[in-house]
């Protein structure tokens, strides 16, 4: 008798939740898998490929697989609520520097993190909780980090980042931003190959984007996915964090190893945070174990044994190196290959901020007309805002892309 109303009540529970719409990186990926068509190209999603466009699992990864997979004295019990301690004490120093002030005071936290993705929320969460604050992002940014920061409760602004007459950045229209920003707002920064730009700051820029945030009472959030992966060199790609450092800030620092250890279906990232001094530190690992608690409980171990074999290892650390700088000078070598092969089919503008660019992405400066015929015509798959991962390049399919991009800026508008 009452049934059908009791079923009707339940079967329309969530007749109000509307589709959301696909996320445009992902779905990208989707319609590449679709496109039947044996020329096609995948420059859309950020993860390295070799020279064959296949992905490589570094050797060195190898290895410590073998050591784990050997070891009987592991088992599969809950690691600690902030994580593999050897992972993130080595993860913190990586992107600090060992004798770094906060590391040799204690002044530092790291709590291992559902990759940088992961390290992103939980900085976010905490900053709600404890520095709420209006927080700056990029733009163009990385797209997830609207909606992480939106998700977390925050006032999300806008900085403008890409200047597109120079295809470089907007230095000036930045700090201007930031001068005009409510003292002691959050400022989410890239410190090395901008996604989705590939343009980062020189030195000298980096000091005075510093002195900006000093005089406003800012709060530096470092979201760092690329670290060594940018120009192949560990410590010229966390230059900027540790000038921050020496500056007295406190900050965030999100840290990724899906790029630069190709791990990235193990989602092992790490959260770090530098304090003025080691009580706090203290305090505020308590509150990041709190809310990492109520959120994923406690992390998966594999990615960050791995992470930790390697890191703590030194002959496994020099290893790493070589092969990092093997991806880097890839990704190098496919911009220098396409920028020379623009130059001889002699299309039109200026392409030199191909190769000053840096890291795995490059912002073309195409428009999305451009992009939509680049997809129906030839098969090759981007982003609407031009970008394209330049790992998705190879000897193989460099020249087929040139003449295409060749094509849609002669002729489409």
């Known amino acids: 008798m009452g049934s059908g109303t009791s079923a009707a009540r339940v079967y329309t529970s969530f007749a109000g939740v509307p589709v959301a719409p696909p996320d445009p990186i992902l779905n990208l990926n989707t319609l590449y898998k679709a496109d039947t068509d044996p020329n096609k ?11 064959q466009g296949k992905p490589w699992v570094l050797p060195v990864v190898r290895k410590a697989e073998q050591i784990i ?3 009987k004295g592991l088992d599969h019990e809950y690691i600690p609520i902030d994580g593999i301690r050897t992972f993130t004490d080595a993860s913190a120093k990586l992107i600090l520097g060992k004798h770094s002030p906060a590391i040799t005071g204690n002044k530092f936290v790291g709590v291992q993190t559902i990759s940088g993705s992961g390290a992103v929320r939980l900085g976010a969460e905490f900053l709600a909780a404890y520095r709420k604050a209006p927080i700056y992002v990029s733009k163009p940014t990385w797209g997830n980090h609207h909606g992480i920061f939106k998700a977390a409760g925050f006032d999300v602004r806008e900085y403008q980042y890409w200047n597109p007459e120079k295809k470089g950045l907007a230095l000036d229209q930045w700090l201007s931003t930031m001068r005009s920003a409510p003292n002691g707002s959050i400022i989410l920064i ?5 996604n989705p730009t590939g343009v980062d700051p020189t030195p000298e820029e980096w000091k005075t984007i510093a002195q900006v945030i000093k005089e406003k009472g800012h709060f530096p959030f470092f979201d760092t996915a690329y670290q060594g992966f940018a120009s192949g060199d560990l410590d010229r790609d966390a230059w900027a964090v540790r000038y921050f450092v020496e500056q007295g800030f406190d900050m965030l620092i999100s840290q990724s190893y899906s790029k630069n250890m190709g791990l990235y279906g193990e989602r092992t990232g790490c959260l770090v945070v530098v304090t003025s001094d080691a009580p706090q530190a203290v305090a505020v690992r308590s ?6 608690r109520a959120s994923i409980s406690s992390p998966p171990a594999f990615g960050a044994r791995i992470v930790s074999l390697i890191l703590n290892n030194e002959q496994m650390f020099q290893q790493w190196t070589v092969e990092l ?3 880097a000078d890839r990704i190098i070598a496919m911009r220098k290959a396409l920028y020379d092969a623009l130059m001889t089919l002699g299309t039109p503008g200026s392409w030199n901020h ?18 939509k015929v680049l997809k129906e015509r030839y098969h090759v798959y981007l982003t609407d805002n031009g970008r394209i991962s330049m790992a998705g390049l190879n000897p193989g399919n460099v020249q087929r892309f040139a003449e295409a991009l060749d094509w849609v800026v002669r002729n489409v508008n």
Not at 287 to 292: A, K, S
């Open 41 to 51: 190209i995948n420059l859309g999603v950020g993860a390295y490929r070799d020279d």
């Open 69 to 71: 997979f050997e070891d």
């Open 190 to 194: 890239h410190p090395c190959a901008h």
């Open 287 to 292: 509150q990041l174990c709190r809310l990492q």
């Open 325 to 327: 700088k093997t991806m």
């Open 354 to 371: 191909i190769t000053d660019q840096i890291g795995m992405f490059s912002f073309t400066g195409i428009n999305v007309n451009q992009v």
